[in-house]
């Protein structure tokens, strides 16, 4: 079982690591919580429409479809108004054996939504949640870029930290070549784009603050909640060529989801931690082929 540091230790360890005084992230939380318990409760700000309550949405990830084509990278970026440099779905990628019995072997990757979160556990504010759907959620508005969730959670590369101003290419007012080429925040403004001249309002109007990546949170897959509320797969699972993923509800005994892994042996990565997972593979991909022998002596 994962032993999860307190939350009090976490969060101070990352402090130290960005040389932020203790004295200044307790300012920050406690104008966080003061703001946070003047507005409105935390079940106000957490609170999810009701088409996803009692479920625990999970995904399955089949490896004999998948071709590592890295459609669910680029889709992910566009549905989400991603940065250059920001992957919420990504993928692992190794060569084994030696030439010219070699193997390519690649895993994609995302937040695995665990049953157990350590992220949660460990966040001071509580903007990492679990929300309807049995989601691990965050709140942009409640972050405070401690990084405690990043240093707890066992899967690296899957929680991104906005240290910088986000999309600072598409800020840049310098035109290439003067008096010739518009510069990138002229492009922006000209097809009436937020920052970003692709941007997507899906996010925004479903959480305010949500839309637009910005500047001092952290921030990772949300399993496209903005979409699921509405009843809508994930976009990646949309978009996927090969329908290598699957998505449902493990509460419901006919969902696809279950019947997959129930006819397959499904793994889950670092499964001996105790997050419990809800992101699940099944089969393996090989191409390789060999000529039919017993061997020989």
């Not at 920050?28 to 429409?49: I, L, P």
Request: charged share 30%.
């Amino acid at each position: 079982m994962l032993k999860i540091k307190n939350k009090k230790n976490a969060a101070g360890n990352i402090l130290q690591k960005k040389k932020v005084s203790r004295r200044d992230f307790l300012k920050m939380s406690g104008a966080v919580a003061v703001s946070v318990a003047g507005a409105m409760s935390a079940k106000e700000v957490f609170a999810d429409k009701k088409p996803l309550s009692g479920k625990r949405l999970a995904m399955v990830l089949d490896l004999q479809r998948c071709t590592g084509c890295g459609g669910c990278i680029i889709s992910c970026k566009n549905e989400n108004n991603l940065q250059e440099g920001a992957t919420w779905s990504y993928k692992k990628s190794t060569t084994a054996g030696k030439f010219p019995n070699v193997r390519y072997d690649y895993i994609p990757t995302l937040c695995n939504h665990c049953e157990k979160p350590p992220c949660v556990e460990v966040c001071p504010t509580s903007a990492r949640h679990k929300a309807d759907g049995d989601i691990v959620a965050q709140e942009p508005e409640l972050c405070i870029g401690c990084l405690a969730c990043m240093e707890a959670c066992p899967y690296e590369g899957v929680i991104y930290f906005n240290e910088e101003e986000t999309h600072r290419f598409w800020r840049d007012r310098k035109a290439l070549i003067k008096g010739c080429t518009d510069s990138p925040e002229d492009v922006s403004k000209d097809v009436k784009g937020r920052v970003v001249p692709y941007y997507n309002p899906d996010r925004e109007q479903n959480k305010k603050g949500s839309g637009l990546r910005r500047k001092g949170i952290v921030e990772k897959c949300t399993f496209c909640d903005h979409r699921v509320k509405k009843g809508k797969l994930p976009y990646c699972v949309m978009r996927c060529p090969a329908e290598a993923r699957i998505f449902g509800d493990l509460n419901d005994p006919n969902s696809k989801v279950n019947q997959v892994i129930g006819k397959y042996r499904p793994m889950r990565l670092k499964e001996h931690l105790g997050t419990e997972p809800k992101v699940f593979y099944v089969r393996n991909y090989n191409p390789a082929v060999y000529k039919k022998s017993v061997g020989s002596l």
